[in-house]
């Protein structure tokens, strides 16, 4: 009897609410089981304990409302289960806020667009209604899916830069001669033979020819520079900063060799080996190996969360320095002094060529006799040199003895040779006169 008058009791609140006006409220997954004003209440339907979605979609497959962002929404969905009700507002609260209307109905079911906020136990959300059926179903409020936005995430940005640079030089030889038109040596050397009579007088010609050998190329290195930029929203602790040189195999100092780990230092200090990069900031670093690398050369950085890493060829240019490219050739000598006799430049050969004249009256007879003329050619900027000797003979006026006239020319006071009084010889060979 008792439990009838409950049940009773029970039904008359029922009907009371019901032509009051008055909203009943149940949980999602139940039925409102009366027509007449309603709410659901969300109870985490779509989303873990931690607030995780079921269902992630980024951006949102379906066109959202206006002032929804299609990167962070929920997309929440009503369903009767064979009722029918005429739906209001989606009511957030908690953690969350706003009404927002439903978007769409299909199959009588409603969808509401709401912006992102984490779907845990401080989000609250209902959605109220007027009941036309309950029906026999489960009314239920669930995400459908969503998408959280942009989380936040670690990000190096790494780049690196690459620079050769070695010096080249440049290999010479140096060569000199001296030749005459008459073409006459004497020990070896040539000579100028210059008579009284002009009939000797002849030219030099001396050449210095600069020969190009070639070039050598040496100290090379590789530098450059290492930047690490933090361009997540996280900051990052970087455990290690490791540049790898030469990752196609090459020869250094004859031994084949396939990696090089140049040494590399950058401009913070670390802390227990590590560096702290906080989100924004730059870390630069720079490296350097001395020696003929070949290949590429990769920079790997490794966080606690993450790798990066930046790889760049390793290309030899020019050279920076050339040393002797161009070389200047003086000459030095006994006739001519000290003369520049120009310059010369790698790849080419050069030839240098000068004359003298050499005549008896350049002479005369008071400065008759033997000469050596020396010149020595060089390259000024490698101290090679080169040298050609020139002999030039100036005849004297021939005196004769009185008892040379006779003949056969012996003199006639015995046991006494080369006496007498001497004739002097005309400048002509053809003739003479005897004083």
Not at 187 to 209: C, M, R, S
């Amino acid at each position: 009897m008792k439990k009838k008058f409950i049940i009773t009791i029970a039904l008359v609140l029922l009907m009371l609410l019901s032509f009051t006006g008055l909203a009943l409220a149940f949980d999602s997954g139940g039925n409102p089981g009366v027509k007449g004003p309603n709410t659901i209440e969300w109870t985490g339907q779509g989303a873990d304990d931690d607030g995780v979605l079921d269902t992630e979609y980024c951006p949102s497959p379906d066109a959202v409302p206006d002032g929804i962002d299609p990167n962070s929404y929920l997309l929440w969905i009503f369903t009767t289960d064979g009722g029918e009700a005429t739906a209001g507002q989606i009511h957030l609260g908690g953690s969350g806020s706003g009404e927002y209307a439903w978007a769409t109905n299909p199959g009588g079911s409603f969808h509401f667009f709401t912006p992102y906020f984490t779907p845990d136990s401080n989000l609250t959300a209902y959605v109220d209604f007027n009941v036309a059926d309950p029906g026999n179903g489960a009314w239920i409020l669930t995400i459908s899916h969503g998408c959280p936005g942009e989380k936040d995430y670690e990000e190096l940005t790494v780049s690196k830069t690459v620079e050769t640079s070695f010096t080249r030089v440049h290999s010479w030889d140096i060569a000199k001669m001296v030749e005459t038109e008459n073409g006459y040596t004497h020990d070896g050397f040539p000579k100028v033979w210059l008579y009284i009579d002009g009939h000797g007088n002849e030219q030099a010609t001396w050449t210095v020819d600069v020969s190009y050998l070639g070039y050598e190329d040496g100290g090379h290195k590789v530098s450059g520079v290492i930047t690490i930029e933090n361009t997540g929203t996280l900051d990052a602790v970087i455990t290690n900063i490791e540049d790898v040189m030469g990752l196609s195999a090459f020869v250094v100092n004859g031994v084949n060799t396939t990696a090089i780990y140049p040494n590399v230092t950058c401009d913070a200090d670390p802390i227990d080996g590590k560096y702290a990069l906080a989100v924004g900031q730059t870390l630069t670093c720079n490296y350097s190996y001395d020696g003929n690398a070949q290949g590429v050369n990769t920079v790997t950085v490794t966080t606690e969360r993450d790798t990066y890493s930046a790889t760049a060829a390793i290309v030899w240019g020019a050279p920076t320095t050339e040393v002797n490219k161009t070389v200047t050739v003086k000459d030095i000598s006994d006739l001519f002094g000290e003369v520049v006799l120009g310059t010369v430049t790698a790849p080419n050969d050069g030839q240098f060529t000068y004359t003298k004249d050499f005549a008896w009256a350049d002479y005369g007879a008071d400065l008759c006799g033997d000469y050596v003329y020396d010149n020595t050619a060089s390259i000024v900027e490698t101290e090679q040199s080169a040298s050609a000797k020139l002999k030039v003979n100036v005849q004297c006026y021939v005196y004769e003895t009185a008892y040379a006239k006779g003949n056969p020319g012996l003199c006639f006071i015995p046991d006494f040779s080369n006496w007498g009084w001497t004739n002097l010889i005309k400048q002509s060979l053809s003739s003479y006169t005897w004083d």
